[in-house]
């Protein structure tokens, strides 16, 4: 039973499913790690002999700590999602003695995928985390064969084996879900590009609690991130204004929203409710300070570390996705009659 129908050799994922055991568990009794109850270890070790398994080289490096280094291979690095995700994982990193290596890649050149990746392999790296916001980088890096440890960010389904997720659905969900109980009935949405994953996520967010709640819906107007884009979007909305609240991507293009509603001589929010998604730190002083969705990106690299190098206190990893909160300011309020 070594090898499956398709060749393929059995793997520490393989282990733990039919050992009914997370992989990190697997990996501490490769390594003889003292918290393994011993009728745990008996159980793994009799799934490792019916299948014939062989510890792979690299991801025992992981915990011998040869290099004491983790890889990130970035796709938007200067976005304020992904920024603040390799800035916790660095931080997180730091906590447990290791350091971080980062590659930025072009998530329109699908060169730069095995280039960056090569890049960190150089170094030695012990495990590797993907922040790689668009699909197309995610179909790329399914053709390379990894041989370390690796967690995905934001890549759900695309890799759902690897992925960590804070839930951007759930997220949409909690901010057009306080619009509408706050009486509105005509909302639009500011999407992100189209090929972020994020940005899919809750734009879907929106429309599920649109549709649960038998509200209406507008196709969602797709944007780039940007507070100009937001301002020019506002300004042609404006031209009707058939709409009492908009729920925006990102903080960002919120912003620019807000400059487009003031510039027309309206109120935010008697006249128009404006809800964002991110609460970068600038949000809160915005004017009026915006509503929006707030991740915790810290919580978020002590998981992503925790995946790869197994919590220090010897339990499993938590996988499932972060539910983000959110933050109600001045920006949203009870609907007014247009």
């Known amino acids: ?3 499956d129908a398709t ?7 393989d282990v733990a499913r039919l050992a009914e055991v997370s992989h990190q568990t697997v990996s501490r009794v490769i390594n003889n790690h003292p918290s393994i109850r011993p009728e745990t270890r008996e159980r793994v070790l009799a799934v490792m002999a019916q299948v014939q398994y062989r510890p792979n080289r690299a991801a025992r490096a992981l915990v011998t700590s040869r290099s004491q280094t983790i890889g990130i291979l970035s796709a938007s690095s200067t976005q304020y999602g992904p920024a603040s995700s390799i800035a916790a994982i660095e931080s997180a ?4 003695g290791y350091w971080v290596s980062t590659a930025n890649i072009s998530p329109h050149d699908p060169d730069s995928i095995p280039d960056g990746i ?11 985390v993907v922040i790689a916001p668009q699909v197309r980088v995610f179909r790329a890096l399914a053709e390379q064969q990894l041989d370390v440890p690796y967690v995905t960010l934001q890549s759900t389904e695309l890799d759902p084996q690897h992925a960590l ?4 659905i ?4 909690l901010a057009t879900r306080h619009l509408i109980q706050l009486g509105h009935r005509w909302i639009y949405h500011l999407a992100g590009p189209q090929d972020w994953i994020e940005a899919e996520a809750r734009m879907r967010g929106f429309l599920e609690e649109m549709s649960a709640n038998d509200v209406p819906t507008t196709a969602p107007i797709l944007g780039d991130w940007t507070a100009e884009f937001g301002y020019y979007a506002g300004r042609e909305l404006l031209r009707v204004r058939d709409f009492t609240a908009v ?4 903080d960002q293009m919120a912003l620019g929203l807000l400059h487009a509603i003031r510039d027309e001589g309206l109120d935010v929010p008697r006249d128009i409710s404006v809800v964002g998604f991110d609460d970068i730190p600038e949000s809160a002083h915005f004017w009026p300070p915006l509503t929006t969705v707030r991740q915790d990106f810290a919580d978020l690299g002590r998981r992503c570390v925790d995946i790869l190098l197994g919590p220090a206190d010897g339990s499993d990893a938590v996988v499932a ?14 609907v007014s009659p247009i």
């Open 247 to 250: 729920f925006a991507s990102n």
């Open 93 to 96: 990193a730091r906590e447990r």
């Open 165 to 168: 997720s804070v839930d951007q």
């Open 118 to 128: 090569a890049h960190l392999m150089a170094q030695s790296v012990e495990g590797l």
């Open 321 to 334: 996705p972060i539910v983000p909160e959110l933050i109600v300011r001045g920006s949203s309020g009870p």
């Open 170 to 173: 759930a997220g949409a969900r």
């Open 7 to 13: 060749g393929r050799r059995p793997s520490i994922r």
């Open 1 to 3: 039973m070594s090898d």
